[in-house]
């Protein structure tokens, strides 16, 4: 059956009263509605898991959490994203993630490089960047790179978009966008202007995945803040229109496929088994919306795209009743842990401790009710949901009354592979009839989980690490602690902070120990022109480019490079006799547009307008006859050529041509020898006589 139109239109108001709001935690033991995604691995890549004291090599699609540690090696890189943001990380790179909560994320770096890509964030919350020397505030979307030198005892934080607050002992200041500060020291920590860094590898790779996700065709059928939708581009297809709404259904899997069998258990706290995918899409569509058999082929359906959903260890149901339950037939020693995926709008009850409040909001934020259009689903679901609400506890819902469409899909495996993190690909249980129909019947598991907790988590094969395992001290907003949840708390609210000094207050830095930065050059009037890359002031910079000119192209390494050179082939027409000579190619053109001694004092705000003229020097030889017709302009340009001087600055670029007419240089060395030659005789057209006359001329002279 299909709903109608007024049904429809009553569905979607009832679900935006209940999911556009951002999901705030009802009680304090509900876990949070967010988890840390390791979505990309190079090389060699290590994880220290909170409450453990070794390394692990880390497992892709692996959900971080609060307290959790991870280190590139120098050969590798990696990528963690949280929510709408993304963190890259180079190699040599140690990280934690002090605090990971809806409102609040705590991240700490004691060494190496990292790109924080901010591509969205809720209004209020806050991401704050921990380093040796001070602690940054990021509160809007942006790309910000933070360099840490342990050796040097020296940050670099660079602002490539979007502005931070940087704070810590004595310290409270305001980076803008196209700005660089180095932090040199700790307790307190010296703030100053450097060069920003030029474009590197890491940086290339950064941008290659912001083009792969802005550019994501899936993003128009999920929540941005779903880690990993843009990878579902890469390996599958989407049918826009269905009766449950948009599916994605991926590509080229292995015959007798179902989701949740290829990958591991492991136990991460607070939510206990959470699976890990080893597909390389394997995350968004395990922790977030549900799985649907349409036409034969398996797909995922996402939830409401407009909505922030919650995440969720599984979506699945463990059935067997939970460890002790006696399923009446046997499944060999040690016990068995079985599980199938929930369908379209099926209930999800945790088997984790939450409240009633968590288990409506988590439901709600992945079922896209608004677009299903099978009537019996969305009255179980209604009434799902108004159940939940009004029960004390998880474990007064029932839920063994449902009908799901995937039970007869149910997994097991051996209790022993599940504790242990083993691929369960390689430890299912082939079940037989009976089996299968014990489990079918079997109750399904609420709050709680289906085998016993490990004793000891496994996250992966150990790993040698030459990175000590003490938490690092890194200088937080509250002071030096050790990056570690229990040293910090989970709240913080940027408008506790005092208002920090304006961006043109910072002072060039002083001590050179960030490495391949040169300190910025004192600006003329303020410390804002020496920020090329500031879009929004291209203005202010100009008025004091004359002064600061030589200094600016050292500060911008990446396009102006070749104007730090040009100033050197300027330095060879020192003579400045000769720049009756510069002036008379200008002329050349100024000869075809007769005003042209306006532009002449217009050229110092339209330098670039320079830049067509020596477009037209490949006309050198019409200069040639110039010269006849510049002896006479050359003594009213007299004084217009102390103009020139200031110009010839902006005009260094304008000779950016000049290298390809390198051999029409010659022929301007011959120039300031015609100029003798014109007074005396002002046709050039016969170079050959020139030396021949002259001579005489010479001699009837002194014959007189």
Request: hydrophobic residues 35%; aromatic residues 8%; charged residues 15%.
């Amino acid at each position: 059956m299909r709903l109608n139109k007024p049904t429809i239109a009553a569905v979607i108001l009832a679900v935006a009263s209940v999911t556009l709001p951002t999901f705030v935690h009802a009680q304090d033991q509900d876990p949070p509605g967010i988890a840390a995604r390791v979505a990309f691995l190079s090389g060699p890549v290590s994880l220290e898991v909170q409450g453990d004291d070794q390394w692990s090599s880390a497992p892709l699609n692996y959900p971080m959490v609060s307290g959790d540690r991870i280190y590139v090696n120098p050969a590798g890189h990696a990528a963690v994203q949280i929510g709408a943001a993304d963190l890259r990380l180079w190699g040599g790179t140690d990280v934690t993630l002090t605090n990971l909560t809806d409102q609040y994320e705590q991240i700490g770096i004691a060494a190496g490089s990292m790109h924080v890509r901010v591509f969205a964030i809720q209004p209020g919350n806050v991401i704050e960047v921990d380093t040796p020397s001070g602690a940054v505030i990021i509160q809007n979307p942006g790309d910000y790179r933070i360099n840490v030198y342990p050796d040097q005892q020296s940050s670099l934080v660079q602002v490539n978009s979007g502005f931070v607050q940087i704070t810590g002992p004595g310290m409270n200041q305001e980076v803008d966008q196209g700005e660089a500060v180095q932090l040199y020291g700790a307790d307190p920590a010296e703030i100053g202007l450097v060069d920003p860094l030029p474009t590197d590898s890491f940086d290339s790779w950064s941008y290659q995945r912001d083009h792969h996700i802005l550019y994501s065709a899936s993003a128009r059928y999920v929540s941005h803040d779903i880690p990993g939708y843009d990878d579902l581009d890469d390996y599958g297809d989407w049918t826009p229109a269905s009766d449950y709404g948009p599916i994605w259904f991926p590509r080229s899997l292995p015959y007798g496929w179902q989701p949740y069998t290829t990958g591991h258990w492991a136990y991460v706290a607070p939510w206990g088994y959470t699976w890990v995918d080893d597909a390389s899409w394997g995350y968004a569509p395990f922790h977030y919306g549900r799985w649907v058999q349409w036409q034969g082929r398996w797909g995922w359906v996402p939830g409401p795209p407009q909505v922030r959903p919650v995440y969720a260890p599984a979506f699945v149901a463990f059935v067997g009743g939970g460890p002790g339950v006696s399923l009446g037939v046997s499944f060999g020693g040690g016990g068995v842990a079985a599980w199938f995926p929930l369908g379209v709008a099926e209930p999800f009850v945790p088997w984790y401790h939450c409240s009633p409040a968590y288990v409506r909001t988590v439901n709600v934020t992945n079922v896209n009710i608004a677009v299903i259009h099978n009537v019996t689903i969305v009255n179980n679901y209604n009434v799902f949901i108004n159940r939940v609400s009004t029960v004390r506890t998880v474990n007064e819902i029932q839920v063994n009354n449902i009908t799901y469409v995937n039970r007869s899909h149910v997994f097991a495996v051996n209790a022993s592979a599940m504790t242990s993190g083993a691929r369960v690909q390689q430890a299912s249980i082939h079940l037989n009839a009976e089996q299968q129909q014990a489990l079918v019947r079997a109750p399904v598991s609420v709050a709680r989980p289906p085998v016993a907790p490990p004793a000891h988590p496994v996250v992966g094969v150990r790993a040698s690490v030459s990175v000590a395992a003490a938490r690092p001290v890194l200088m937080t907003t509250r002071g030096r602690v050790a990056a570690t949840p229990a040293a910090n708390t989970p709240h913080f609210e940027a408008k506790s902070l005092p208002k920090p000094a304006p961006a043109t207050a910072i002072r060039p830095a002083t001590h050179t120990v960030v490495p391949n930065v040169h300190p910025a050059k004192a600006p003329v009037s303020a410390a804002r022109p020496n920020s090329p890359n500031n879009a929004p002031r291209p203005g202010q910079p100009a008025v004091t480019q004359p002064a600061a000119r030589p200094a600016q192209p050292a500060n911008n390494a990446r396009p102006p490079a070749p104007v730090n050179n040009r100033p050197a082939p300027a330095a060879k027409p020192a003579p400045e006799a000769t720049r009756p000579a510069p002036e008379a190619r200008p002329a050349a053109p100024e000869t075809r547009p007769a005003p042209a001694t306006r532009p002449s004092p217009e050229t110092k705000p339209v330098a670039p307008a320079t830049r067509p003229a020596p477009v037209t020097r490949p006309a050198a030889p019409e200069t040639r006859p110039a010269p006849a017709t510049r002896p006479a302009p050359a003594a009213k340009p007299a004084p217009e050529a102390t103009r020139p001087a200031p110009e010839a600055k902006p005009a260094a670029p304008a000779t950016r041509p000049a290298p390809t007419t390198k051999p029409a240089a010659p022929q301007t060395r011959p120039a300031p020898q015609t100029k003798p030659a014109p007074p005396a005789n002002k046709q050039p057209q016969k170079p050959e006589d020139k030396n021949k006359k002259p001579p005489k001329e010479e001699q009837n002279p002194p014959q007189r």
